[in-house]
């Protein structure tokens, strides 16, 4: 459903990016803040391309743009590993 994706973890924060074209970080990897990790596409179930973004905090889903909006003038400080 999500066609190509990409898994990072960090703190317990689980973010999924789907529907991507071409991933480019690799399993196990760890990135920093604003390391690419893929280029958005349209691959999966879907009408035509963007970005599928979802966040887990705990096992339980966050809101993305509210989370994104607090998060990013901390995101500077934080690495992720990729997990997918």
Same mark, same amino acid.
């Given at each position: 459903?999500?066609?190509?994706?990409?898994?990072?973890?960090?703190?317990?924060?689980?973010?999924?990016?789907?529907?991507?074209?071409?991933?480019? $970080?690799?399993?196990?990897?760890?990135?920093? $803040?604003?390391?690419?990790?893929?280029?958005?596409?349209?691959?999966?179930?879907?009408?035509?391309?963007?970005?599928?973004?979802?966040?887990?905090?705990?096992?339980?889903?966050?809101?993305?743009?509210?989370?994104?909006?607090? $998060?990013?003038?901390? $995101?500077?400080?934080?690495?992720?590993?990729?997990?997918?």
């Amino acid at each position: 459903m999500l066609g190509l994706y990409v898994k990072t973890n960090s703190s317990g924060i689980g973010i999924t990016y789907g529907h991507l074209s071409r991933i480019i $970080a690799r399993k196990g990897e760890l990135l920093a $803040a604003g390391s690419p990790i893929g280029i958005s596409g349209s691959t999966g179930r879907v009408t035509g391309e963007h970005l599928h973004l979802s966040m887990q905090y705990n096992g339980s889903y966050l809101p993305p743009l509210e989370f994104l909006r607090r $998060a990013l003038p901390q $995101a500077q400080q934080h690495t992720s590993i990729l997990t997918h």
